[in-house]
């Protein structure tokens, strides 16, 4: 019985293009996520202090949504 090698390495630039390529196909994902959280926080700061209270927040705790 003989032995075959069933491992290639990837032809030039094929990684370089698979990075590529996964990093374009979650940057909407990424890009909705960052704006989530803006909006987010731009409507809790937009509450008073005993709205966030009501909430179980502080203004502290807005920093760190995200």
Known sequence: MSAFETT??????????Y???????HLPGTLKGWNDAR??????SALSDRELDDIGLCRGDIDRIG
């Open 19 to 25: 990075h590529f390529i996964r990093f374009v196909s």
């Open 39 to 44: 909006v987010t926080r731009k409507a809790l």
């Open 8 to 17: 290639r390495p990837a032809p030039f630039g094929a990684t370089a293009t």
